[in-house]
């Protein structure tokens, strides 16, 4: 039987229904199940239950290149897991070494709120006696400290958070664990996951670890903590959130793959919310092997979910991820046609120059065909702000409590809560609908002509729960990374992993890794500095 990807089996129409019936239990308050979404038969998918078995497949290992070896946190998760396997490299030796780079390097990076050296020593000890679950066995992870750790400071990042210590593990880190994976720490992020990574007054923290001596030079938000932790080569791999570029936005600005799932694929339980309809857990990883060997552990429904209710099973995204040959050429797995946007190309800026040496690099590989796409109707008015609003109460209702008592405990980001409280029930059901009819166009007028589209900016994707993937395509001058953005039809992660895994496969921009901070930078870093300080203009402009 030929596999063909999930997105070929999927009824539009019902993925239609069910966003409607989650924006009704969204406003309604309900954790009700949403409606199940017909699969019809040819789709490769991983039983739930075999989910380490998934991790433990033959793809899941890439025998490491030799500048890897000569450095352990240089290696992939898939280079890593090879090593460890083949009993050449321990995950003690694994966890020491990401240590030592924290020690080293962190005091400039700012990226880890929260480093836990003996926990993950530990388990790497015990890692060493125990059964080898799959790739993941032994792998170091940097968490996003609005996941749930069992045991562990969890704060958000926030002033309402700075005490909390949850009784059990987020569903996405207990599945990590389960497949093996070392917690090294937390990482630091947005206040409340609004903006780039600050104190909850808004003084900048976590740097770009392209630019660690320029502060200014944005390094993605909110999941900026886990972004700098992988690009900098302190941990291999992270989870963030996403709620409006959470995950795409840090990983093109760090050279990094970010992969932002279904509504649903990954369960949010044990998220600090943002909101009901637009959280969604995910990995930023080195390559597309990476990310698809992460969201195979994350991925799966959960009791504790409806959102994870009711779906497709997981399809082989491992396999998916892995480059196919044809006469020792890369290949594209699956035939795709890969919508363009009107303007993706415009200007003479380093960005346009590699967006246009990416899509003739996808043009030259067999299987893909690039296509013009029309922007649906009204697309920018359904798009704009008003409409993206919509998400504001979502993100006001349960925390209520707290800004009827002190508004304090929002610091920075206060103005955009109060904004979703004070937001009128007309304009947030006319803002559902909105949303629904713009779904309605992206499913069957966006997608008529294309299979995958290219994206400048994660809005609507992100609004409507579809998945898109963030990886790099090139450098500025100044060596400033440039990263893009493909989006899919509902549960395409495993057509968008086998695109990007073809372009990385015949690139090596996901192989660069960033100089070192200088000892100068890191000196500065330890003594007092001048505060940077978002500004009341950027915090709102980060958090609309």
Sequence with gaps: MTVEPLDRSIDRRAFLARAAALAVASAAGATVAAPSMAVASGALTVNPGTR????????????????????????????????????????????????????????????????????????????????RPGALHGIPLAIKDNYYTEGVLTTANSFLFKDFVPPYDATAVARLKAGGAIVLGKTQMGPLATTRATTPAGVVTTVNAWTPTNRNTDPGGSSTGTATAVAGRMATSGIGTQTGGSITAPSNAQNLTGLKPTMGRVSATGVIPLSYTRDHPGPLARDAKDAAIMLTAMAGEDPADPRSQGLPDVPDLIDAATPVYRRNRVKLRWNTRIGVLPGFTNGTSATAAARQAYLAQLAEIPGATLVDVPLPEGWSQLTGGTFNNIRLPERSEPFMPYLRTDLRGFGVSVTSWLQGALLGGNEFLTGQRA????????????????????????????????????????????????GTILGGLPYAEDRLLSVVAAYQATTDWHLRRPADPPAQARARAEAPTQELRLTAEQVAELTQ
């Design 52 to 131: 380490n078995q998934a991790l433990d497949q033959p793809n899941a290992y890439t025998q490491p290149r030799p500048e890897a070896v000569a450095d352990p946190t240089e290696l992939t998760i898939a280079e890593a897991a090879w090593l460890i396997r083949a009993n050449k490299l321990t995950p003690e030796q694994l966890v020491e070494a990401y240590l030592a780079r924290i020690s080293t390097y962190d005091g400039t990076y700012q990226a880890f709120n929260l480093v836990l050296a003996d926990a993950a020593i530990a388990a790497a000890r015990d890692a060493a006696r125990a059964p």
């Design 435 to 482: 949303k629904l009819l713009l779904m309605e166009r992206v499913l069957n007028d966006l997608f008529d002509g294309c299979d995958v589209v290219v994206q400048t900016d994660p809005v609507p994707f992100d609004i409507l729960g579809l998945p898109e993937i963030a990886f790099p395509i090139g450098f500025t001058a100044a060596g400033v990374p440039i």
